[in-house]
């Protein structure tokens, strides 16, 4: 078992680029969180989605950003018009069906650095 | 709203004595979900340990343990006999049952030390 899988593991862009992030969630998972780490406000929700399916996206920016699930092996975060404040680290996680357990355990990839110049 | 808080910015401990981190949580639910994450220096984020709300026996899981206090809202981390692996920033996190959300909503963690 590979882990989670996110690529790039760094990007560069500059004001005003487009950014997309890739997660390849553990097989067998079928919940994916994206969530943002900077040292001001630590680790950040932004979205989930379980079977594919858009959960909950209230730590989403609403204008610039935006996640999709396609399919059960790999999500997307899209970030338009990148600016200076979205530098961070984005993290993927996944987890086992969250059913109405909700203690399943978060497995989170190694992230990708963003540096909006 | 849930609301997770680490006092502790960072601790220092000699190696292979015991260290206790501190965390408080504020919840509307009756149940609920609290966890333990290690952030190491490479960035990588490990699972350490769960408690859940309804559970009054602390949770053990190796040299890591759990100080949960319910009536104070509070679920410390405790390590026993540290190494100097253990030095990493520490998170406390919080899930809620009710609405399903699975969102975990962390702490801003806590940078542990051990020195040799």
């Known amino acids: 078992n590979a882990g989670v899988i996110q690529t790039p593991r760094h990007k560069v862009t500059g004001k005003g680029q487009e950014a997309t992030l890739w997660c390849e969630p553990i097989s067998g998972h079928s919940a994916v969180f994206w969530y943002r780490q900077t040292i001001v406000q630590g680790l950040e929700f932004l979205t989930y989605?379980?079977?594919?399916?858009?959960?909950?996206d209230s730590g989403m920016p609403k204008e610039r950003f935006s996640a999709q699930m396609p399919n059960q092996s790999h999500s997307t975060l899209k970030i338009q018009s990148t600016q200076p404040q979205d530098s961070a680290v984005y993290l993927c996680?996944?987890?086992?069906?969250?059913?109405?357990?909700?203690?399943?355990?978060?497995?989170f990839g190694a992230g990708t650095r963003l540096s909006v110049l | 709203a849930q609301k997770v808080t680490q006092t502790q910015t960072s601790i220092s401990v000699m190696e292979k004595t015991t260290v206790t981190m501190d965390c408080v949580y504020e919840t509307q639910d009756s149940s609920y979900f609290l966890f333990w994450y290690k952030q190491t220096a490479s960035g990588e984020i490990v699972f350490l340990i769960r408690?859940?709300?309804?559970?009054?026996e602390n949770a053990t899981v190796g040299h890591y343990s759990l100080n949960f206090q319910k009536p104070k809202s509070s679920i410390g981390l405790i390590i026993t006999a540290t190494q100097i692996e253990d030095s990493a920033v520490y998170f406390c996190?919080?899930?809620?049952?009710?609405?399903?959300?699975?969102?975990?909503?962390f702490g801003l963690g806590t940078t542990l030390q051990v020195q040799p």
């Open positions: 996190a919080m899930r809620e049952l009710t609405g399903n959300t699975g969102k975990l909503i």
């Open positions: 996680a996944s987890s086992l069906d969250m059913g109405g357990a909700g203690q399943n355990t978060l497995y």
């Open positions: 408690q859940d709300s309804y559970k009054k």
């Open positions: 989605f379980r079977n594919q399916a858009p959960i909950d």
